[in-house]
């Protein structure tokens, strides 16, 4: 099965677009789970996430930099916590990713074959060759970064670049590379900030059928409602709406658990009736 | 001490602008001293590497992806590579990072605080923000993606970006921002690949004074002579010239640490050669 078919089996059994983000933040973790410091500590985190959202998201991502911080024991809590997400709901890997020849083939190895993440997120600006170890599994999913959900994003992204005759920013430059990646591959996904949702609706017009997995919702300010319209695909679906802080770290109790679950259940029920309005 | 002081004293001790790629790779590793599969065999043979190239290079790169492709244990593996280096010799860990606020901040914890590395390779694509935890730290360096050595790297890289009324390909709107932030931050450095020193003589032109990582000579078929002519600064130096397979897996017998020094030495006399022609 492919990942777009497995997305949208996880979605409709859930109900949901919601994609929880697994960012272990030390600064944030319950005290009561063990020192911050601690691998383990994390995983009990994670562990205790998913088993009280499970039944709500169409996704997890967590992000690579979160774990590596913790250095090989966070590596091993990352391939662990993936092992505790039922194989039914797809995972992606956040680890933005791009290089090139046998060092992303070694990448891809890790990511996909040794650790089984369903989907990474990745760089395009080395190219498509850069990215081909991962577009061409075609059991697996690539999200190309588009147009991020920084503040600086615009930097390069916005800056209107000429490609066959058409002007315009390099975002929907990469946009347009990606339609066709999907086209050669089957594997595409793209990266779009909530906090963005004009160039959104812009590249849900340019890619009408990619799924998009949209980060900044919440905690980087990102406007809900407005960017599930943006997004949407004309099928009424195609988006991941990815939030992390507000949900997991939603309570610092004991009860922490309970509280990133009436979050995700909050969450998951705005996003929805944002489809239907 | 600055990197750029740590890179210039351990180039003139060592008379060299070679910077030896430790990346492992499972397919290549001498058999004798133990199964490729096992990251104490990347430790051995990493040690054996630097003790016999110790003297003949500027700088150490080794790839993060060989490293994250053994699992918890490579990250182990890498960490104490880190360990076995002279800490004169700086040491630049490719890791072609680039994400955005507290995700950066958990990448750069691990990989200059946690992990000790000296520098980082970063892609450029999100602007300068999501550089910033990398950019601002002082006594680091932080090595950003212009000209990437792959075939397909014009993809974006070379499309005509208009930019402050100027118009100009991509690779040298990057590298105007790095020099930039070099004004800013002190800290920059670039990565543009040997197979295009045309590309590179324009961005050294643009960055006189910048040191620039050179990846992609021998194997990847730059041309060493004129990679070197059109990258030197006007001192004679500010480049580091990257070799892996061409120096690690010079040999593949019980004598391949010889064997790297041997073509470790050729390759640094020949880039002194070019130097002085």
Sequence with gaps: MSFRERLRAASERSGSLLCVGLDPDPARLPTHLGPADDARTVLAFNRAIIESTTDLVCAYKPNLGFYLAYGPAGVEALIETRR???????????AKVGDLGNTSVAYARAYFDAWN????????????????????????????????????????????????????????RVAERARRWQGRY???????????????????????????????????????TTTVQAGLDPAGGGLLINAARGVIYAGTGPDFAQAARRAAIELRDAINQARQS
């Design 84 to 94: 505790l997400i039922p194989p039914e709901i797809p995972v992606i890997l956040d």
């Design 117 to 172: 993440f369903d989907a990474v997120t990745v760089h395009p600006y080395m190219g498509e060759d850069s990215l081909e170890p991962f577009l061409s599994r075609s059991d697996r999913a690539v999200f190309v970064l588009v147009k991020t959900s920084n503040p600086g994003s615009g930097d390069l992204q916005d800056l209107p670049v000429t490609d066959e005759g058409t002007t315009e920013p390099l975002y929907l």
């Design 186 to 224: 089957g594997t595409c996904g793209l990266v779009v900030g909530a906090t963005y949702p004009r160039q959104l609706a812009e590249v849900r017009e340019r890619c009408p059928d990619l799924p998009i997995l949209v980060p900044g919702v919440g905690a980087q300010g990102g406007d809900l």
